[in-house]
């Protein structure tokens, strides 16, 4: 079967940083770019950042190009998300996936979230 698990979410303090991790089984996890997308309560679904399948290209989205960091080892089939400055608005369910993009936000598997809550 097919699994993806993200872990590493918490509650931090508006500036605190955190690191995502999220790990595969099941496929071929080197032969998927991989996307980390967050869904915050009553809002839609956002695409964050994603890393190519050999982990030398990586692409963000606005709000977090400069604050976060997608990294990848695929020798341990699990993908990172390093989340820095960490804003309110940061808060939401993140997820990780297989994206055949680019363009980004073409979504495979799935795996389930880890919570993360920016709050004083």
């Known amino acids: 079967d097919v699994q993806l698990q993200a872990s590493g979410g918490g509650l931090v303090q508006p500036g605190g940083s955190l690191t995502l991790s999220c790990a595969g089984s099941?496929?071929?996890?080197?032969?998927?770019?991989m996307s980390w997308v967050r869904q915050a309560p009553g809002k839609e679904r956002e695409w964050v950042s994603a890393?190519?399948?050999?982990?030398?290209?990586?692409y963000y989205a606005g709000p977090v190009k400069g604050r976060f960091t997608i990294s990848r080892d695929n020798a341990k089939n699990t993908i990172y998300l390093r989340m820095n400055n960490l804003k309110p608005e940061d808060t939401a369910v993140y997820y990780c996936?297989?994206?055949?993009?680019?363009?980004?936000?073409?979504?495979?598997?799935w795996g389930q979230g880890t919570q993360v809550t920016v709050s004083s």
């Open positions: 996936a297989t994206d055949s993009g680019p363009p980004y936000g073409r979504y495979g598997y």
């Open positions: 890393i190519n399948s050999r982990g030398f290209l990586t």
């Open positions: 099941g496929f071929t996890f080197a032969n998927y770019d």
